[in-house]
């Protein structure tokens, strides 16, 4: 089983944003980092078939999943950044909908969508209206809805948003144990979520897949990079405004430790750390504001 | 596809909105005609005031007086005795060149309760309408009939035709020689003698018909998120994203909005038709069209007519129905889609045509206009295309199939091609 995107560009207006992005996907978990606005979302549309590319395609096993239609739609499930849902369902009611719609079984339906209820927790409430669900049981309604028909492909984008961090770890544990063989594709910026689970991490910025690799390769590329120094609270402030400042800790006794993503020591004293994929996140987008180009 | 339909019909009620204005609107027809059987008005032949079900059984009774076949003789008759009673006191000479107000307060000064109770009665004036010039009395028509005229009664309903297709809507309307040649031959097709008789209940569906137009903006308020509400509500990534989004989804979205709109429609139908005939009764159904007026150029029963109305209003839904949900599939805002629909029901109905006949055809094409007894069997509104003509009874059943033809592939279309941004 293969996912190919080929050269893939979307162009709103004179704004790019997915730029030529190729890339080959075999089963594994593909965390997609990226900040706000890296042309992540349109992506994950693009692969979901709910937004055609300017230009490029995608494929999978080999065939345009535009040709291929329903046959590639009912091997993908998905849940999009901003998941809608009908206030007046009842949880069960809108698993059975999104079965039918996956062309599942009437009675298949019901029990796998009960599985599922039960699996992300919401086996109590399957009668209840959503409209009375908390953000976080909604979105643990959308990640059911996205497993329904035990898919293929699975996109989850921004999965974890309004997810406290017990949910966000059983969530985790849910990806892991379902995604054997089959195709993750996971996007977020929170870099945790992807951490432990993602085979390999994309990062997109601008448009692009800037980065690309398994989680300790890519962490790899900031080795040397990230900074511990202990200085006092006024140089820890000047520090946070100068550099790219991953933590601080405020002592009592008036000084800090600061964690610091630079490529130069950041002050004498400073001593290098084992760096983490947020180090990475935070190295990649400290500039974003200036468009500055990555090393 | 049937549980999709079933869950598309859910979606489609689950709506507050959808529960209160559908629920609404049928009370509000309950509400109508439960008043238009209240406020039913006549008089006895007693000179009282009846009301409600006393007045429905006291016109019955007074239409049932002049049941029968109109022969020839029978109208010679009836207008050689109307003539006798009303001229019995007052010289048919003197009643000529009065006003309508003049010739009134001489014949009630002139004749005692009982008589002018039948001097006024209205199956004279009926008789005498394809006479009656614009403002006359009864009476007065009555003085320029004498029994040969009388005779030429169906000569004169002809008459009546060509008068109205000379005065062409009153100047606003040059009718076309094979528009002329259509509405002729329409008449001619009325087969003659015609019967008269009490068909209340069919009059007073027809005179209601005008309040589907209700049922008609519920069926738009209740569609109009049918494919918008997705986009706003953003589940539409899901739903296109998964197997049957595209297929499947879209044709339960449309069967389900049809069904919607054909059982609603027939609720608001047989709450008018139920009301209607059960307090004013079904007789008559057999009944000529033109018991309503003798203008009208149509060889239909009452109970055709009747149908044919309902069916144009079904029809009419369907229609509405389609463009709702095309505006759905095109437009984000709800507002949007139903302020488009509601104008078009309503606003339609208050433009005025202004003496203008070609303005004046078109705004009959839309509900408000043409859902009225007078305008689609008696106004004679015809539409001419190359050699054919059409009248309006067609006009509308062509515009609205092909409006529901026509918008419902382009809304499954869009749906189908929308893209999630």
Known sequence: MELTIDRLSKQFGSKIAVDRVSATLEPGVYGLLGANGAGKTTLMRMVCDVLRPTSGEIRFDGRDVRALGDGYRARLGYLPQDFGYYPDFTALDFMCYLAALKGIDRRAARRRSLELLETVGLADVAGRKIRTFSGGMKQRLGIAQAVLNDPAVLVLDEPTAGLDPKERVRFRNLIASFAQDKIVILSTHIVSDVEYIADEILVMRAGAFVMRGAPTEVVATVAGKVWECHVDARQADQLAAASCVSNVHYAADGHAVVRVVADERPAPGAHPLEPTLEDLYLYVFRNEEQGAVLP | MFDLMKFEFKKLLARRTSQVVSAGILILLCGIMALNVVQTKTESSLGEVLGGTAAIAERKAQDDAHEGVLTVERVRDEIAAYRQLSFSKVDPSEVEGLSDSAAYELMVEAYDTEEIETIYDPYYAYLLSPWKAPGQEPCQTAAQVDDATAEGFYEAVADELQRALDDGMGGTWEYSDAERAYWT?????????????????????????????????????????????????????????????????????????????????????????????????????????????????????????????????????????????????????????????????????????????????????????????????????????????????????????????????????????????
């Open chain 2, 185 to 421: 031959a329409k008449e001619d097709a009325v087969s003659e003698p015609l019967s008269y008789g009490y068909a209340g209940g069919w009059i007073d569906v027809l005179d209601c018909a005008g309040f589907l137009v209700f049922p008609l903006v519920a069926i738009c308020v209740v569609l109009t998120p049918v494919f918008s509400g997705e986009y706003q509500d953003r589940t539409d990534a899901v739903l296109l994203s998964s197997r049957y989004g595209r297929s499947k989804l879209v044709a339960a979205k449309v069967v389900a909005s049809l069904l919607f709109a054909t059982v609603y429609y027939a609720l608001a139908v047989l709450v008018i038709v139920g009301v209607a005939l059960a307090f004013f009764g079904a007789e008559g159904a057999g009944l000529p069209v033109q018991v309503m007026s003798l203008d009208m150029p149509y060889g239909l029963t009452m109970a055709e007519a009747t149908f044919l109305t309902l069916g144009l209003g079904f029809l009419m839904a369907l229609g509405f129905a389609g463009l709702t949900l095309l505006l759905s599939s095109k437009l984000r805002s709800q507002v949007a889609v139903f302020a488009a629909c509601a104008a078009l029901v309503f606003l339609t109905g208050l433009i005025p045509a202004g003496g203008n006949g070609a303005l004046l055809h078109a705004l009959c094409l839309f509900p408000v206009n043409a859902l009225n007894a007078q305008t689609l069997f008696a106004m004679l509104v015809s539409y001419q295309v190359g050699p054919f003509v059409v009248d309006l009874i067609g006009a509308l059943a062509c515009l609205y199939a092909l409006v529901l033809v026509a918008c419902v592939p382009i809304a499954a279309l869009a749906f189908r091609r929308h893209q999630v941004v």
